[in-house]
């Protein structure tokens, strides 16, 4: 899978670029412009170490000629669960990044859209070990913490429901490039296939 999604964004500077503007409800064309901004949030799942990890984030970009992506983005996990093990306690996990969003839309102006892109990121991890308690009484303690880089490529799927309004849908993998001596997860088991729904907002 991690082949086959490197390939594809490699592929994307030699597709063709479909031409004029729809929506679902709305057949309008418009003269795109040179330069134009996006963004928007998103909800994305993953799984370290074979556990589901859920976050939120946002991106935004320039969007040269409709078609080319250059941006950023930033996220962080909702960690609310002890799912992993450590010293023989419950542990939790807290990681957050951000880094540089570079792609493009193959069809643009259309109203399904798809893109390639890659993100390069770097972030923070920390965790908490569980002592004591349960629900809102329970008792933590600091755990182990370090940085870590990630290159993330993806494919996205956008659908536009009106002008400047689109849904999107993400599917990509998350390669660890370094990441400091880790006891609760290491290199490896960080690197995990990746899913986002979100909105973006702006011309594509």
């Known amino acids: 899978m991690k082949n086959a999604l490197l390939v594809a964004l490699v592929s994307m ?3 063709t670029e479909a031409i004029g503007q729809d929506t679902i ?3 309008r064309s418009t003269a795109p412009s040179k330069i134009g901004i996006i963004g928007g949030m998103y909800f994305d799942l993953s799984s370290p170490k ?8 946002g991106r935004g970009a320039a969007l040269i000629d409709h078609k080319w992506i250059i941006g950023g983005f ?3 996990n909702i960690a609310d669960r002890f799912v992993y093990q450590y010293i023989g306690l419950p542990a ?8 540089l969003w570079v792609g493009r839309f193959l069809f643009p102006e259309k109203k399904l859209n798809l893109a390639l892109s890659a993100s390069i990121s770097g972030g923070g991890f920390g965790s ?10 329970v008792q933590t303690i600091d755990a182990y913490s370090t940085e870590f ?3 993330s490529p993806q494919a996205d799927v956008f659908v536009k429901l009106f002008p400047k309004i689109n849904l999107s849908a993400s599917i990509g993998y998350r390669l660890t490039l370094g990441m400091k001596y880790n006891p609760i997860i290491n290199n490896q088991q960080m690197n995990s296939l990746f899913t986002q729904v979100g909105f973006m907002i702006g011309s594509i």
């Open 50 to 57: 074979q556990e589901l990890c859920y976050s939120i984030g």
């Open 25 to 27: 409800f709305s057949k």
């Open 149 to 151: 880089f990630q290159c």
């Open 128 to 137: 908490e070990l569980r002592v004591s308690g349960e629900g809102e009484d």
């Open 74 to 76: 930033a996220q962080a």
């Open 92 to 99: 939790r996990i807290y990681l957050g990044q951000g880094g």
């Open 13 to 15: 500077f030699v597709v």
